[in-house]
T-cell receptor, first 111, second 114 residues
Framework: RKEVEQDPGPFNVPEGATVAFNCTYSNSASQSFFWYRQDCRKEPKLLMSVYSSGNEDGRFTAQLNRASQYISLLIRDSKLSDSATYLC????????????FGAGTRLFVKA | EADIYQTPRYLVIGTGKKITLECSQT?????MYWYQQDPGMELHLIHY???????EKGDLSSESTVSRIRTEHFPLTLESARPSHTSQYLC?????????????FGNGTRLTVT
């Protein structure tokens, strides 16, 4: 079993749709969580950090459920420019360093 | 915007050549990383460093080597390039505050070995 697992995708949605991505992690000692966006043939870029209280940045909302070891990303009112691969990232087992990237979920937003 | 730079951006080279991929960051970050990624595939950590004179191998076995003589510089070297080394190589850094620090990536080197 992978340490970080994401929805396999791809997700094909029309403009304006709401889409949700899920991610689970296996190490309960993990300490910080992020969503990254990666465009085709580009480097990953930080989209947002994820906090237990939930956090929102414009059309994007991230949630963390530590008890279930589950992270989500919600995109509202999808734009064509949202088409990309979304990577779930988990940092840190207690006492050590480790950054684990999920395999990514590809999103296609169509007109 | 993260200040981390990789050169060259694209490299096409013949089998058996020695190559060095450069990575520099101007943020004073202690931690630096090299990832390998094939098109449409996952990122794989191949090397990382906690600071000067610290280097560790990552999760994916790699024939490359790295050095960290200066905080800002983390070059990756392939002594004898092979077609199987064809891939994208991404360098990243994060600051010393540790597990809550996200990684910042350079724009990558796309290597093709013929």
């Amino acid at each position: 079993r992978k340490e970080v697992e994401q929805d396999p995708g791809p997700f094909n949605v029309p403009e304006g749709a709401t889409v949700a991505f899920n991610c689970t992690y296996s190490n309960s000692a993990s300490q910080s969580f992020f969503w990254y966006r990666q465009d085709c043939r580009k480097e990953p870029k930080l989209l947002m950090s994820v906090y237990s209280s939930g956090n929102e940045d414009g059309r994007f909302t991230a949630q963390l459920n530590r008890a279930s070891q589950y992270i989500s990303l919600l995109i509202r009112d999808s734009k064509l420019s949202d088409s990309a691969t979304y990577l779930c990232v988990v940092n840190g087992a207690r006492g050590g360093f480790k950054t684990i990237f999920g395999a990514g979920t590809r999103l296609f937003v169509k007109a | 915007e993260a200040d981390i730079y990789q050169t060259p951006r694209y490299l096409v080279i013949g089998t058996g050549k020695k190559i060095t991929l450069e990575c520099s960051q101007t943020m004073g970050h202690d931690k630096m990383y090299w990832y390998q990624q094939d098109p449409g595939m996952e990122l794989h950590l191949i090397h990382y460093s906690y600071g000067v004179n610290s280097t560790e191998k990552g999760d994916l076995s790699s024939e490359s080597t790295v050095s960290r003589i200066r905080t800002e510089h983390f070059p990756l070297t392939l002594e004898s390039a092979r077609p199987s080394h064809t891939s994208q190589y991404l360098c990243a850094s994060s600051d010393r505050t540790g597990v809550n620090s996200p990684l910042h990536f350079g724009n990558g080197t796309r290597l093709t070995v013929t």
